[in-house]
């Protein structure tokens, strides 16, 4: 809208013919600014964007950066190189929710990370004096279990939006039952889900999805349910309701990758240009694709090894172990002797060593020895001992009630 002059005319009446009066008349104008005038540019420029963003799996610094649309290398630096701030993002978990104030050229005016399970938050903000940290501990977070049912009639995602579902929460239903049910073929109108799962709130206000602690979905008349059980050594996986294991023994794929390069067996190497064997298997990647173990286990080693370059291997049970090369970087904190589980961060997509370009050369070793990845029978996961059978059974009956629960109210609602 354009500006708007208002006059104002300071004077006394006279009606013709009337005496004047005994003081002087003078009209007075003035111009006043507009009443729907715009804030000036750099006024507008110092009103931050406030960002509420999700930790993803694998995510590191410079993955929440680029999707807050934060660039601030300043900052980045000031992460990497102050100790708090390593410690804090050493403690980033999936799900938990980062706060962001970005100006409008994309520099940082604050950063709030989650620490442990949201007992405080960490942040940096910049000041006159440059950018600085605090912690603030104790901090109103609860978590309350929430309970959904759904109805298919197009999609996963339509339907849980319907049933008021988060995504976050329909991205997991997804990629538990994914082993199971193809989700882009296999979906039929009707079919059905049940989902228990926490919402945590922080000093009142919702602050992001946690856990799925239980669900069951009922495809094309099929019903498949699982329960989430934390281990006696304090891991959580998901299981079927009568105790086996969901999760791999392994993962053939330790990162989301855009192609093979380069299998296993002989091959003409691309810098010796010589025949040599190719004791694994290459996924090209961009540099700083996250990296994932793939089973549980123990570091073996990190560092740098000849022709490997940055190099992690990871020891598992019966005899197996893992190795990932050619690293641009570890995850912090990594050291020999730490335990690791499945899917946990170790490193980052390179081209360090005798590499041509950044990929992740991948290797399968059993007693030492390499395998083929692709084609090497892998060890299933140990099923549950009758101790553990007894205590798992125990402790998730209460989540299978309310599984139950949703259920009747399915069947009194088409009653």
Do not use: C
């Not at 005319?9 to 009337?18: C, E, L, M, Q």
């Not at 990871?314 to 970087?329: C, K, P, V």
């Not at 125990?394 to 139950?404: D, E, G, H, I």
């Amino acid at each position: 809208m354009g500006t708007s002059l208002l006059s104002v005319v300071a004077a006394t009446a006279v009606v013709p013919g009337d005496a004047l009066p005994p003081f002087p008349v003078q009209s007075v104008i003035e111009q006043l600014g507009s009443v729907t005038a715009q804030p000036s540019a750099s006024a507008s420029a110092a009103i931050p964007f406030v960002f509420d963003e999700r930790v993803q799996p694998g995510d590191t610094i410079q993955a929440l950066f680029r999707r807050l649309k934060i660039d601030d290398q300043e900052a980045l630096d000031f992460l990497s190189g102050d100790p708090e701030s390593r410690s804090a993002l050493r403690q980033l978990r999936a799900g938990r929710s980062v706060l962001a104030l970005v100006d409008s050229r994309g520099k940082l005016v604050s950063l709030t990370l989650p620490v442990a399970r949201g007992d405080s938050r960490f942040t940096i903000e910049r000041t006159p004096e440059g950018i600085r940290s605090r912690s603030q501990a104790h901090l109103e977070v609860d978590t309350h279990i929430e309970m959904r049912i759904g109805t298919i009639r197009h999609t996963l995602f339509g339907a849980a939006d319907s049933a008021g579902v988060p995504d976050s929460v329909a991205t997991k239903l997804a990629e538990i039952f994914g082993t199971e049910i193809d989700f882009s073929t296999d979906l039929r109108a009707g079919d059905q889900f049940s989902v228990v799962y926490e919402t945590i709130y922080d000093n009142g206000a919702p602050a992001g999805s946690g856990r799925v602690l239980a669900a069951e979905f009922v495809n094309q008349g099929k019903k498949y349910a699982v329960v989430l059980h934390r281990d006696a050594d304090g891991s959580e996986a998901y299981y079927t309701p009568e105790g086996r294991g969901l999760n791999e023994a392994y993962l053939r794929y330790p990162l989301e990758f855009s192609r093979i390069s380069s299998t296993f067996g002989r091959r003409l190497h691309p810098i010796h240009r010589s025949w040599r064997s190719h004791n694994g298997v290459d996924f090209a990647a961009p540099t700083g694709t996250p990296v994932k173990a793939a089973s549980d286990g123990v570091v073996n080693y990190v560092g740098r090894q000849n022709g490997y370059g940055n190099i992690v291997i990871l020891q598992h049970r019966d005899r197996y172990s893992t190795a990932y090369a050619h690293l641009h970087g570890f995850a912090g904190g990594l050291r020999k002797g730490a335990k690791i589980r499945q899917g946990d961060l170790i490193g980052y997509v390179g081209s360090t060593g005798w590499a041509t370009g950044p990929h992740l050369h991948y290797e399968i070793r059993v007693n030492n020895v390499a395998h083929d990845p692709m084609k090497i029978a892998l060890p299933t996961v140990q099923p549950l001992g009758p101790a553990a059978l007894t205590a798992f059974k125990s402790q998730t009956a209460p989540l299978l009630q309310r599984l139950a629960l949703l259920n009747r109210t399915v069947v009194a609602q088409a009653d």
